[in-house]
């Protein structure tokens, strides 16, 4: 049974930075994708970067091109997400998510997630 586990949220000001963790667990496929996602109370989900797992490849929505950077640690199951330069606007709940087929960034297509970690940027 996969697992996920985020962590490294917090407070930070503005132009600062940030690194969320998404620890894997359980994951047996050499294929699939692993997501980040935010939310703000009150709106959908909204996928922020994804990693391919096998292929490497990543995807960044716009707002986050330039500005967050995914990176992995196979020997700790571990994948990141580097935020730099954050803005009060990437204030939300953040989610590590997987599926075992191609990467979307669209929470519909995702049905394994962790519990979340807040991020809060201040101005």
């Known amino acids: 049974r996969v697992q996920l586990v985020e962590s490294g949220g917090g407070s930070v000001q503005a132009g600062g930075s940030l690194t969320l963790s998404c620890i894997v667990s359980g994951y047996t496929y050499t294929t699939g994708c692993l997501a980040w996602f935010r939310q703000v109370p009150g709106n959908e989900r909204e996928g922020v970067a994804s990693?391919?797992?096998?292929?490497?490849?990543?995807e960044y929505v716009d707002s986050a091109k330039g500005r967050f950077t995914l990176s992995q640690d196979y020997s700790k199951n571990t994948v990141y997400l580097q935020m730099t330069s954050p803005n009060p606007e990437d204030t939300a709940m953040y989610y590590c998510?997987?599926?075992?087929?191609?990467?979307?960034?669209?929470?519909?297509?995702?049905?394994?997630w962790g519990q979340g970690t807040q991020v809060t940027v201040s101005s």
């Open positions: 990693f391919g797992i096998g292929t490497g490849s990543t």
């Open positions: 998510g997987s599926r075992a087929g191609t990467c979307y960034l669209a929470s519909s297509w995702y049905n394994i």
